[in-house]
């Protein structure tokens, strides 16, 4: 009977044969990755050196080259077609990789990173997140496939609102029965424009709202947000047209009733645009249409 000892012992051992094969396997891993990354290197100096044989004799025979429009490229006559058009009109261009990660699948090494081109002249340079598949032939790392993506940046707040820029300013509407000042401008942080109304009735209290209009990324649409001074408050929800803007709000009134509109938002010129209300609904009962006139406010004199 095997005592406690060898009990120990035999378990020791079979512990210590596995860490020592995990240990081989991360170093093989590892070895393949430094192989797999110094061949991008050598690539990156043959592309640098226009040397499009050199370039295109890293792919395998039938291996790929797919750019970011989905073009596909396969076999080293094609790739190395493609390339000598590419140096004829953008003589010594160079080519730099950003290798990010480098991953054993199986036979294969997938690389993933960005590479960017620039112009001789440093004038144009071009930027796309590739992923490259490597395959071991020979002892000798080859390229199967090699493809970009675009790599746009995600759009930010601000850029989705650049639509709606030409509301920054001030502006004023006189009709019968009010005078108007609306202004809007972009927040600190520019992920915002922020309005504000002061109306003044013919025969009325001042009244006077604010509003907040914003990106909402989880539908990717524009929404609005307004608070009247007398604690009343609104959300809209905007949709550029090719004309202009619809937006759609609901509201709640100081008085607890509600009511809900649809706006539409035309610019005529860059000091004029128009705001026709339809589908008006408040507090239950069926409002009429109406439709103003807005006028940018002359620069104060001196300015």
Known sequence: MMSTLSRISFALAGLLAIAFQSS?????????????????????????????????????????????????????QEIKGLLNAFFKEFPGAKLALNVESIRLVGPVAIDEGTRSITTADGEARSQFRYIAVWTNVDKEWKLASFRDFADDPIPTPHDNLEPLAWLVGEWVNEGTDADVAISYRWSDDGNYLLGEF??????????????????????????????????????????????????????????????????TITPTDNDHYSIAGSERIVAGAREPDFELTVTRRPPKAGN
Not at 28 to 46: F, G, H, I, K, Y
Not at 56 to 72: C, H, K, N, Q, S
Not at 212 to 240: C, N, Q, V, Y
Not at 246 to 256: L, R, T
Request: glycine share 10%; net charge negative; aromatic share 8%.
């Open 24 to 76: 081989f396997v991360l170093a093989q891993e590892d070895a393949a990755a430094a192989a797999v990354r110094q061949r991008a290197e050598q690539l990156v100096t043959a592309f640098n050196a226009g040397k499009t044989d050199d370039v295109a004799g890293y792919f395998m025979p039938r291996g790929e080259l797919i750019d970011e429009a989905g073009t596909v490229y396969q076999g080293t």
């Open 198 to 263: 002061d109306i003044q009735p013919v025969d009325g209290p001042q009244r006077k709202s604010t509003q907040r209009i914003g990106w909402d990324p989880t539908t990717g649409t524009i929404r609005s947000w307004l608070f009247d001074a007398d604690g009343g408050f609104a959300e809209g929800k905007w949709t550029m047209v090719e004309d202009g803007i619809v937006a759609k709000s609901e509201s709640v009134n100081s008085d607890g009733t509600t009511s809900s509109a649809t706006m």
